[in-house]
């Protein structure tokens, strides 16, 4: 793997510098020089621009002398002779192009060790809590929670396969204003309903199912606030079978009202008081978040008695501390970007670690039909809901969509490109390249299981070896995705490995006259499918066997 690769490529170059007589460095300037190459050889360093200032020397011209003594070194090197070349390009970039040989032997061993050779133990089995969607339960999940579900979820995925121990959880807001204004809607629409002149307040909840919910209860005689209840209840259990279609599960489901009847924000409050981090002021308790970083204090029970948003999410994340886990993530939506810095805070004053606290904020979607926005209105209800997506376009094409661009970018959603069945289409172009593999392995059969008998060494092709380098790089590509919180880039690997597929068997074919190398190119196509297999299976994306 490259990990492994990086590694030895560091102490060649740590020894090559002491041979060089170059002592201003640490091991860690020559770790962090390294990166992964895009066309010139497949990783190189930029440390020549690191030493350059401390050398006073120009960076071209130390990558040089570096570049020829590794040469030199490498060459004695039993264990780094799978190096073809080191050379110094650009303006002092320092670059490694490793042999044909050695990436036939990574095939050989990918195919060999299966899952195991992309295995990574980063992770450690260290606890993680993905809490994601967490949509209060007063109406059907728009595109901005379909967003954030399949960004959650697919993250989740990913730090799975990287050996973190992952626990995705929906926290339940199903208290508060919200929920009571919710029952009025619902109580005012049955009023309509019932022959009455209503005047139906701005900030109420519009939409259409407010109706639906008024229709089904109108018979029914509730209380206010059991009404409120009740047609949550409904809610949940509409967003609850949305995201099962949408391939999205939680392991917990947690309860803001559970929270409270426990005691513990009381508690973490009492907690707090008592380290003298809460203050009266105008007749609310105020937490003084200054002290750890926030721009000003903020309020957790107001002049009412009634909590702010703040004091169940004190007790919330302190909960999950509890519970074990050492690295909480957060996906929340664009207009929560200013409540990062009170509830890191408020962890601080818990005497928590706030760096164990990440929030990622994903941007919003905008919906395409024809190539016109369709537009949308939250407080009027009219919006575009996940459940319209899924029936438009389908699960996978949904999952893909929403995961192919930067959660830190807006996303453009075009339904029409989103339902064709063509190469235009990147999740029917990827998915088509497991196809049509798995078509090619049905006509083929690769004799030995173990990959023994083949000739890989036949395997000399410029495609073939351009596929073989992008399989490498799988578990790279998914440790940039944990670096960067972000798994749009496993979209992004498999439309380039799907290409290059695409573009070997254009230019090769794969059962030929000659078994030797029909085997061969046999086994670097089923290295290719599992490799899109696992991609897809982690975005949660079917895997078709014919198309």
Request: charged letters at 30%; proline letters at 2%; a negative charge.
């Given at each position: 793997m490259i990990k492994d690769v990086q590694e030895k490529l560091e102490i060649l170059v740590a020894d090559t510098l002491k041979l060089l007589d170059i002592s201003c460095v640490v091991r860690d300037d020559i770790k962090d020089s390294f990166f992964l190459s895009s066309g010139f050889g497949e990783l190189s360093t930029n440390l020549a621009f690191k030493l350059a200032g401390r050398l006073k020397q120009s960076p071209r011209t130390l990558a040089e002398a570096i570049a020829a003594e590794l040469k030199k070194n490498y060459q004695a090197k039993i264990d780094v002779q799978y190096i073809q070349d080191v050379l110094a390009e650009g303006a002092g970039f320092i670059n490694f192009y490793l042999s044909p040989d050695f990436f036939r032997q990574q095939l050989h061993k990918m195919l060999f060790q299966g899952r195991d050779y992309f295995r990574s133990d980063i992770g450690k089995n260290k606890k993680v809590l993905v809490e994601f969607v967490s949509a209060n339960p007063t109406g059907p999940l728009s595109v901005a929670h379909a967003r954030q579900a399949v960004v959650g979820d697919a993250l989740a995925n990913i730090f799975s396969f990287l050996n973190f121990d992952v626990t995705k959880e929906y926290?339940?807001?199903?208290?508060?204003?919200?929920?009571?204004?919710?029952?009025?809607?619902?109580?005012?629409?049955?009023?309509?309903?019932?022959?009455?002149?209503?005047?139906?307040?701005?900030?109420?909840?519009?939409?259409?199912?407010?109706?639906?919910?008024?229709?089904?209860?109108?018979?029914?005689?509730?209380?206010?606030?059991?009404?409120?209840?009740?047609?949550?209840?409904?809610?949940?259990?509409?967003?609850?079978?949305?995201?099962?279609?949408?391939?999205?599960?939680?392991?917990?489901?947690?309860?803001?009202?559970?929270?409270?009847?426990?005691?513990?924000?009381?508690?973490?409050?009492?907690?707090?008081?008592?380290k003298n981090f809460l203050y009266e002021q105008d007749q609310a308790l105020w937490l003084r978040s200054t002290e750890f970083g926030d721009d000003k204090d903020r309020v957790v029970i107001k002049s009412d008695g009634s909590y702010t948003y703040l004091a169940p999410d004190i007790a919330y994340h302190e909960d999950k501390f509890k519970r074990g886990f050492q690295w909480l993530i957060n996906l929340w939506g664009p207009d929560h970007h200013g409540y990062i810095s009170r509830l890191k805070s408020s962890i601080s004053a818990c005497n928590r670690d706030s760096e164990a606290l990440s929030v990622i904020i994903v941007q919003l979607a905008t919906i395409f039909r024809d190539g016109k926005i369709i537009e949308m209105s939250t407080r009027k209800g009219q919006y575009i809901t996940l459940r319209e997506v899924l029936n438009e376009v389908g699960t996978d094409a949904a999952r893909f969509f929403f995961l192919m661009r930067k959660t830190s970018s807006h996303?453009?959603?075009?339904?029409?490109?989103?339902?064709?069945?063509?190469?235009?289409?990147?999740?029917?172009?990827?998915?088509?390249?497991?196809?049509?593999?798995?078509?090619?392995?049905?006509?083929?059969?690769?004799?030995?299981?173990?990959?023994?008998?083949?000739?890989?060494?036949?395997?000399?092709?410029?495609?073939?070896?351009?596929?073989?380098?992008?399989?490498?790089?799988?578990?790279?590509?998914?440790?940039?995705?944990?670096?960067?919180?972000?798994?749009?880039?496993?979209?992004?690997?498999?439309?380039?490995?799907?290409?290059?597929?695409?573009?070997?068997?254009?230019?090769?074919?794969?059962?030929?006259?000659?078994?030797?190398?029909?085997?061969?190119?046999?086994?670097?196509?089923?290295?290719?499918?599992?490799?899109?297999?696992?991609?897809?299976?982690?975005?949660?994306?079917?895997?078709?066997?014919?198309?």
């Open positions: 926290y339940l807001n199903d208290e508060g204003n919200q929920i009571n204004i919710l029952g009025k809607s619902v109580e005012l629409r049955i009023k309509e309903l019932n022959g009455e002149k209503i005047e139906f307040p701005e900030n109420y909840y519009q939409g259409e199912y407010i109706y639906d919910l008024a229709r089904e209860l109108k018979q029914k005689e509730f209380e206010a606030e059991d009404l409120a209840g009740f047609a949550a209840g409904k809610i949940l259990a509409i967003i609850k079978e949305e995201l099962k279609d949408f391939g999205v599960g939680f392991d917990s489901w947690y309860s803001q009202k559970s929270l409270r009847e426990s005691g513990k924000i009381t508690e973490v409050l009492e907690s707090l008081k008592q996303l453009n959603f075009d339904l029409e490109l989103a339902k064709k069945q063509t190469s235009e289409n990147p999740v029917y172009y990827v998915q088509y390249a497991h196809a049509r593999i798995s078509s090619i392995l049905r006509q083929g059969n690769i004799k030995n299981k173990d990959y023994s008998d083949t000739d890989f060494s036949l395997l000399k092709e410029k495609e073939e070896l351009d596929l073989i380098r992008k399989l490498w790089t799988f578990t790279y590509m998914l440790e940039v995705c944990l670096k960067t919180l972000d798994p749009y880039m496993v979209t992004a690997y498999l439309q380039e490995v799907a290409e290059l597929f695409h573009r070997f068997y254009d230019h090769h074919r794969v059962l030929t006259n000659d078994t030797l190398l029909s085997q061969a190119r046999l086994s670097l196509i089923q290295a290719t499918k599992n490799i899109l297999a696992q991609g897809l299976s982690l975005l949660g994306v079917s895997l078709p066997d014919k198309m």
